[in-house]
């Protein structure tokens, strides 16, 4: 999968793409990171990206004109020139451009789960005080945001979108079991008490059993050793072998602990 990142800060991503499963997933060529220079696509000697918005207002509006030539010249095809809003998604069903806004749909993993069955993911860093709104209108196929809060610029979120995605993609993790059974994950399962023992155990033909399904649901605590650190004990039902009551005792605490720190999940769990 290749990830094109456009920003007028490239040298702000020589850290982050450096470390973790980004890396390994790099060097072993499951994706490729490209960094691209905004100021790279200017045609002005003094090379510039904003200019002040009409009608008024603080702060200066990245300009449409280097961001559509970027995104053609990745593409290596004009964009659309006259598209409806909702023709915006007339893009090569493998490639989503990807504009980081604070305007944008919340990230969430569904989302991520889609763009990892991409070949390209194409992602617009913002700044300043925004975007000219034709680039969301009439070349993004999608409009994201990382939460309600708002941040300098697009930089961040790109990175953490890229590392969403990368986990999902075949290989990247060492157990592909991991980004099944994560919060967030549609369809999330408990694994089963027992661990990779007991689903051996179960048989390849009895892979459910042993299994709660838990949708919606943040994921379970974990401990491991020592198991009495500072006084505080491992609850003695991980320590019991019972693996059915292990499951039980995850599905409850999984529930505590959405009800107590996202109770807005909990209308999909009901459902």
């Known amino acids: ?28 060529g499951l994706v490729d990171v490209q960094v691209q220079d905004l100021r790279e696509f200017t045609k002005d000697r003094h090379r510039s990206v904003d200019d002040r918005p009409f009608g008024g207002g603080e702060g200066m509006v990245l300009k449409p004109e280097p961001i559509f030539r970027a995104v053609e010249t990745i593409l290596s ?10 023709d915006a998604q007339n893009r090569p069903d493998s490639t989503a451009v990807v504009l980081l806004s604070a305007s944008g749909k919340i990230f969430v993993q569904e989302m991520a789960q889609r763009f990892a069955r991409l070949d390209r993911l194409i992602l617009l860093c913002g700044r300043y ?8 209108e009439y070349l993004a196929t999608d409009e994201i945001s990382i939460g309600d809060f708002v941040l300098s610029g697009g930089e961040l979120p790109a990175v953490l979108v890229i590392d969403a995605v990368t986990r999902l993609l075949p290989g990247a993790l060492g157990n592909e079991a991991s980004s099944v059974h994560e919060s967030f994950s549609p369809g999330r399962k408990l694994a089963p008490a027992g ?31 020592p198991a009495d650190f500072r006084g505080w004990k491992v609850p003695d039902v991980l320590l019991s072998g ?9 599905q ?20």
């Open 1 to 28: 999968m290749r990830f094109d990142l456009i920003t007028i800060f490239p040298e702000f991503f020589g850290g982050p793409l450096d470390h973790g499963i980004i890396r390994r997933a790099r060097e072993a």
């Open 77 to 86: 095809e004009p964009a659309p020139q006259q598209l409806e809003p909702d």
């Open 129 to 136: 005080e925004g975007v000219d709104e034709r680039v969301a």
């Open 195 to 225: 661990g990779r023992k007991q689903l051996q155990a179960d048989g390849e033909n009895r892979p459910n059993e042993g299994v709660s399904c838990a949708p919606g649901l943040l994921d379970y605590p974990h401990y491991t050793r």
């Open 242 to 250: 019972d693996h059915e009551e292990i499951r039980r005792w995850r």
């Open 252 to 271: 409850r605490l999984a529930l505590e602990k959405t009800r107590r720190n996202r109770p807005d999940l909990l209308s999909q769990v009901n459902q």
